[in-house]
């Protein structure tokens, strides 16, 4: 409950992490579109102020140009001035484009337009009484509205229009800048927050790591504990075997041999006549005959003495040829090399297995003949128990189901060997063990 616990809150902190980058990343998208915004205004801005000054000195130079016409009457002044009272209008539509946005501005732009305009009739009326040479007309009007006080507004109005502009300017400059500090400010705090976040998931995932690389320590020293703890058990369980064999066989055949030696005297010594008596006497007989019958059976059984007096292979020849002619099978048995000796303990071992494969067969394969083949190859040395039953599918040979398997399998783990299974439904089994040697437990 605590592990799931546990992973639920570093889920739910990662998740909330990439939230606040994710949200992080909106903000600085959204914030980064308003700061392009406000440059571009500001760029529009200054682009506007930089052809204010242009269209300014452009009027400077037209009123320059008008004034020595005027005076002089050269026409060359006059085309001058017609160049650049064309240049000034394309320049006040430009303005006109430029502004379209601000209502404030176009407002301005167009009361320039409209003084312009004004002064341009003006000059040209002036200009036609310059030309028929009424000189004295011209004196006058120029008396009555002076040109310059004119220029002076349309000058005025630009210095009127470049100041709102500036303001303008200056305001979007410093919305920039605040958008571009807040923006940082959010960043900071946000990206600070997920990577505390991130730090301490990190940490809280290293610490249950090594709590669990612990746990796994301890669990792995527990179970390599309890191996070693059941291979000394089964070497003392085979030891106890071999001496309660040892004394079964030793002290009960003893007295049993005793109890015939004595009831063979009996029969001698009782008269022909009492044929009930010997009747008796020839059942104890069968009796202590049947009971070390039973004596031998349990005394193999608990430690087969031909793994002592034959060796390894003609005790698990002894077994095989047992085992079938209780079950009705058929065998085979194979040696190679057919001197082959191994010592005391792994006989045992190999003994074992052997015995519980059989009982594998006999449970499960239901089968007519087994094969067994013990060989020496490069190294190792190679068990092989081969039926043609009913075979074993994939789903058991994986699992751990079968104690017989389980078992063969942790009598190996201490020598370093492996166990390997193969067959297919209705193809028979094969188990084979494969066990490493070196020279002095294994000879040829």
């Not at 600085?28 to 204010?52: C, D, G, P």
């Not at 310059?130 to 109005?157: F, P, W, Y």
């Not at 069968?286 to 087969?304: C, D, F, T």
């Not at 599918?393 to 299974?421: A, N, Y």
Request: overall charge neutral; charged content about 25%.
């Amino acid at each position: 409950m605590f592990r799931l616990k546990f992973e639920e809150t570093i889920l739910f902190g990662f998740i909330f992490a990439f939230g606040l980058l994710a949200l992080a990343g909106v903000l600085s998208y959204r914030r980064t579109t308003v700061s392009m915004r406000t440059s571009q205004q500001v760029i529009q801005s200054q682009v506007i102020l930089k052809e204010l000054e242009t269209t300014l000195s452009i009027i400077e130079a037209a009123e320059s140009r008008m004034k020595t016409y005027i005076i002089s009457g050269k026409e060359n002044h006059l085309q001058q001035y017609s160049s650049y009272k064309a240049k000034i209008h394309d320049q006040l539509k430009h303005l006109e484009e430029l502004t379209a946005k601000d209502s404030i501005a176009v407002i301005h732009v167009s009361e320039l337009e409209q003084m312009f305009d004004a002064k341009v009739d003006f000059i040209a009326s002036v200009m036609e009484m310059r030309k028929q040479g009424r000189t004295d007309e011209m004196n006058a009007a120029l008396e009555i509205d002076s040109d310059k006080t004119t220029v002076d507004d349309l000058v005025e109005k630009i210095e009127q229009i470049k100041k709102d502009v500036g303001q303008k300017l200056v305001s979007s400059e410093q919305k920039s800048l605040r958008i571009s500090k807040q923006t940082r400010i959010t960043l900071q705090m946000l990206i600070g927050l997920s990577l505390a976040l991130l730090t301490t998931g990190y940490f809280l995932i290293r610490a249950d790591i090594r709590e669990r690389r612990k746990t796994e320590q301890k669990l792995l020293y527990t179970t390599i504990e309890l191996r070693k703890f059941a291979v000394h058990l089964d070497k003392a369980r085979e030891e106890e075997r071999a001496h309660v064999s040892r004394e079964i066989h030793d002290q009960l055949g003893q007295l049993l041999t005793v109890m015939q030696f004595d009831l063979k005297a009996m029969w001698s010594l009782a008269s022909p006549r009492s044929q009930n008596m010997r009747k008796r006497i020839k059942e104890m007989d069968l009796v202590v005959e049947q009971s070390m019958q039973v004596i031998k059976r349990i005394s193999s059984a608990l430690r087969p003495p031909q793994l002592d007096d034959l060796g390894l292979a003609e005790s698990m020849r002894w077994l095989l040829k047992d085992f079938c002619h209780r079950t009705k099978m058929e065998y085979s048995f194979t040696v190679d090399p057919q001197d082959l000796t191994c010592e005391t303990e792994l006989s045992t071992i190999l003994f074992r297995i052997l015995q519980e494969a059989l009982t594998n067969v006999a449970r499960h394969a239901k089968a007519s003949r087994v094969a067994v083949a013990l060989e020496q190859g490069k190294g190792e040395l190679i068990l092989a128990v081969a039926d043609d039953g009913c075979g074993i599918t994939s789903q058991k040979i994986s699992g751990d189901g079968s104690l017989g398997l389980v078992g063969i399998r942790e009598r190996i783990r201490p020598w370093g060997g492996r166990l390997e299974i193969a067959g297919l439904p209705g193809r028979g089994t094969t188990v084979a063990v494969h066990i490493p040697l070196s020279t002095k437990e294994c000879n040829a």
